[in-house]
C-alpha cells in the first residue's frame, strides 16, 4: 500500500491538510507500522513484523533497549519462570543458559535478539502525544528528542509496546517528608551491600519485595516486611517440575479450582501454614485470582525460610511515619533506617496516547480481556499488557504480525 501517495492525494483534497502538517517541527511520514517502546515486546512485534517482510519503526525513550531490565532492576534478579516459557518469537535461548537465567543472561539475549532480526530502535525519542486523525486517517504519532527537538511520524498502524511496567509506583505515605532516612523504590534499588548493619523496611510483598528481603538478609541487613493483604506463597518448583509449568500442563486435563486445590496442598506440604508467619491466603485459589485480578502468586526463593527463622519480621500496614521510624497499623512504633518501596509499576499509556475506547484511562491497560486485547481500532495494537509475561507478549507479538501483514501484503 502506498502510504506516501494516499496523503499527497489528501494534500490535494483537503486544504488544511498542509496547515496541520506544517505545525510541527519536523513530521515524518511512514509506510510501516510505528512501535513505541523497545522492551522485549516491542522486539518481538519488530520481529515477528519483519518475519513477514513488513518493516517497522521503533521508538525508545532511552538509549537501551529494554531499558527496564538495564537501568531499573536488581543485581541478583533471575528470570522467575523457566526460560521456555520466556523466550521471544522465531527464537530460542542459547542450551547453555540455565533454567532460570540471570539478569544479565536475559539482557544478552535480547541484546542478540535485537542484532539476529536487525531491530534498530530510534533511541531518546520520548513519545509525548499519539492521536488518530479521523480527516487524514492516519495516526500521529509526536515525540521529543533528548535537545527538545519534536517529530511527529504519521503512520497507519500504531503498536504501543510500552507495557505495564512503564512507570514506578510510589504510594502515598502520610509523614514521608519527616522520615529523612534513604527512601527508594525498588527501581532504584541494585544490592543489599548500600544497606549492610542497617534496618530496612521493605513495603510490599510481592516477588520483588520478598527477593530484596532475602537480598537484604545475604548482606547482613535487618529487614522486616511490610504485608497489607493477603498474598498466596508457592515453591518454585514441585514433584521436580516448575510450577508454573506444572500449572500449565494440569490446566489441559482438569478445571482451575482443581488445579488450584491441588497446588495448595502441596504448598502445605512442603512449606507449612504461612499464615502462622503472618502471611494469610487469599480465598481465591492462586491461578484463580491471577485470572481474575492479574495478581501474581510469590514464588518462593527461599524467604520463606528467613521469615520463619525471623531474620525477616512482618510488619502489619503503615499508618504514617516519623523521624527515623515507622507507626504501624497496630499502633507500634519501630525505628528504621532506609525504607525500601515494592510498590511496583504502571502503565503510562493515559499520558500519551488520546484513545478512550482501546485502553482504560485508569490503569492504562487494554479494556477487553484475554485473549482479545491485543487490537483496537483504526491499525491500533497493544502488546505486552496480558498480565501474562513474556508468554503473552509473544502471543500478541504473532496476531499482531499476522494482522498488519494481511494488510500490507
Not at 527501581?187 to 521493605?202: A, I, M, N, T
Not at 516477588?207 to 493483604?229: F, I, K, Q, W, Y
Amino acid at each position: 500500500m502506498d502510504c506516501l501517495r494516499e496523503i499527497q492525494g489528501k494534500q490535494v483534497h483537503d486544504p488544511l491538510f498542509t496547515e496541520k502538517m506544517n505545525k510541527s517541527l519536523r513530521s515524518i511520514r511512514v509506510e510501516c507500522p510505528v512501535i513505541v517502546g523497545a522492551g522485549p515486546s516491542g522486539l518481538a512485534a519488530a520481529a515477528c513484523l519483519k518475519q513477514k517482510g513488513v518493516p517497522s519503526i521503533v521508538l525508545e525513550r532511552s538509549n537501551w533497549i529494554a531499558s527496564l531490565w538495564q537501568l531499573k532492576t536488581y543485581d541478583r534478579l533471575r528470570l522467575h519462570l523457566p526460560k521456555k516459557f520466556c523466550e521471544l518469537p522465531l527464537m530460542g535461548f542459547p542450551s547453555d543458559f540455565p533454567t532460570y537465567p540471570t539478569k544479565q543472561q536475559f539482557i544478552g539475549y535480547l541484546e542478540a535478539y535485537a542484532k539476529t532480526f536487525d531491530i534498530r530502535p530510534r533511541f531518546n525519542e520520548s513519545v509525548l502525544h499519539a492521536e488518530y486523525d479521523v480527516t487524514l486517517g492516519f495516526w500521529r504519532v509526536r515525540c521529543v528528542g533528548l535537545k527538545g527537538e519534536e517529530t511527529e511520524y504519521v503512520c497507519r498502524w500504531l503498536v504501543v509496546a510500552t507495557g505495564e511496567n512503564a512507570e514506578a509506583v510510589v504510594p502515598e505515605i502520610e509523614g514521608i517528608s519527616e522520615f529523612g532516612g534513604d527512601i527508594r523504590h525498588t527501581s532504584l534499588y541494585k544490592s543489599g551491600e548500600d544497606f549492610r548493619g542497617k534496618r530496612v523496611l521493605v513495603v510490599g510483598c510481592g516477588n520483588s519485595g520478598m527477593e530484596v528481603c532475602l537480598d537484604l538478609c545475604n548482606h547482613n541487613a535487618s529487614p522486616s516486611l511490610v504485608v497489607r493483604d493477603r498474598v498466596h506463597i508457592l515453591p518454585r518448583e514441585m514433584l521436580g517440575r516448575s510450577t508454573f509449568g506444572l500449572s500449565m500442563w494440569l490446566l489441559k486435563w482438569l478445571p482451575m479450582r482443581l488445579v488450584d486445590r491441588f497446588l495448595l496442598v502441596v504448598s502445605r506440604i512442603l512449606l507449612g501454614d504461612t499464615a502462622r508467619f503472618g502471611l494469610d491466603r487469599p480465598r481465591l485459589g492462586p491461578l484463580e485470582l491471577k485470572n481474575l485480578s492479574g495478581k501474581t502468586p510469590v514464588l518462593d526463593v527461599g524467604t520463606l525460610a528467613k521469615i520463619k527463622s525471623g531474620d525477616i519480621k512482618v510488619c502489619p500496614g503503615i499508618k504514617r511515619l516519623k523521624r527515623h521510624a515507622v507507626v504501624f497499623a497496630d499502633g507500634i512504633t519501630e525505628n528504621f533506617d532506609a525504607i525500601i518501596l515494592a510498590t511496583g509499576y504502571k502503565s503510562n499509556v493515559p499520558s500519551w496516547l488520546k484513545d478512550r475506547d482501546f485502553f482504560s484511562m485508569k490503569d492504562g491497560l487494554p479494556q477487553m480481556p484475554f485473549p482479545n486485547g491485543w487490537k483496537g481500532d483504526c491499525g491500533l495494537y497493544a502488546v505486552g499488557f496480558t498480565k501474562r509475561g513474556l508468554l503473552g507478549a509473544s502471543m500478541d507479538a504473532k496476531k499482531i504480525a499476522e494482522d498488519i501483514y494481511q494488510c500490507w501484503k
